[in-house]
């Protein structure tokens, strides 16, 4: 059992930057990807980010270059780090923890990009 936690949604203008937070608890040890993905409503909802266990990362073409994603290990965080935003970024973002045997997503984290 893996549970998620997100934070670091807002409202931001185009250009700025955002760091979303995705913290993992309970049985971490059997993670082997992490993941963000993000959904606007009415939307599909759209992978974004990947990272391995092993740090390997891979991106969504259109954010690739704006976003990266990281990882702390001695807080067991996950990171995604957006800059340069743009108004289609807006959606609320989710977290997902891989396991073998399950899939574990937050809660979502709204990311507003508006002037």
């Known amino acids: 059992q893996v549970q998620v936690v997100e934070s670091g949604g807002g409202l931001v203008q185009p250009g700025g930057s955002l760091r979303l937070d995705c913290a993992a608890s309970?049985?971490?040890?059997?993670?082997?990807?992490m993941a963000w993905y993000r959904q606007a409503p009415g939307n599909e909802r759209e992978w974004v980010a990947g990272?391995?266990?092993?740090?390997?990362?891979n991106y969504l073409d259109s954010v690739k270059g704006r976003f990266t994603i990281s990882r702390d290990n001695a807080q067991n965080t996950v990171y995604l780090q957006m800059n340069g935003l743009k108004p289609e970024d807006t959606a609320v973002y989710y977290c997902v923890a891989y396991t073998p045997t399950a899939q574990y997503w937050g809660q979502g984290t709204q990311v507003t990009v508006s002037s």
């Open positions: 309970g049985s971490i040890l059997s993670i082997y990807n």
């Open positions: 990272l391995t266990r092993t740090n390997s990362t």
